[in-house]
């Protein structure tokens, strides 16, 4: 069965929220690549692969769908902050944003009676619950840590080893 319009429209969106994401953290790889925290930015850096491999999972549904992707401008994100525990408290809060948009669209599929893309999306869910841990994993590390240089390096460092 084709897509309908407003779950494709809710996708496209989607598709935008995840490219913006994707932008957001390649922000924040750039921000710990200034500071020479190599560790943090190759973190962010997987972070950025992720959410466009998001975007293109969601693309290709709409196709395989018989949809139409529409691409809209993506927004500029942040580019400073003022400290990697401002920055991680923001990666928690925007992941927690990307969850509420993903149940939005489970509950444009359920008022379409969409049980196919209610079914795609369920991968998004349990993907959300990872990606809010290690984000609220990072936001307790960096808590703990505080402003001990020795700490900070040896976090960079744990950060780094994410594959």
């Given amino acids: 069965m084709k897509i309908k319009a407003a779950v494709e429209k809710a996708i496209n969106d989607q598709i935008n929220a995840e490219l913006y994401s994707a ?14 925290m ?26 395989e769908r018989g949809g139409k992707v529409t ?10 902050w003022k400290s990697p525990l401002a920055l991680f408290e923001q990666v928690y809060e925007h992941e927690q944003k990307v969850t509420n948009l993903i149940n939005k669209l489970v509950e444009a599929a359920r008022a379409d009676n969409d049980m196919a893309t209610e079914n795609f999306l369920m991968w998004y869910i349990n993907e959300q619950v990872e990606e809010e841990a290690h984000a609220y994993e990072a936001v307790l ?3 703990m840590v505080g402003d001990v240089p020795q700490a900070m390096y040896m976090l960079d460092k744990e950060m780094g080893a994410r594959e």
């Fill in 23 to 36: 932008y957001l953290y390649l922000s924040m790889a750039a921000y710990f690549e200034s500071r020479n």
């Fill in 38 to 63: 190599k560790g943090f930015a190759k973190w962010m850096q997987i972070q950025t692969k992720e959410e466009v491999s998001h975007a293109m999972k969601f693309y290709n549904f709409v196709f």
């Fill in 71 to 80: 691409l809209k401008a993506v927004e500029q994100p942040q580019t400073d």
């Fill in 141 to 143: 590390k960096l808590k």
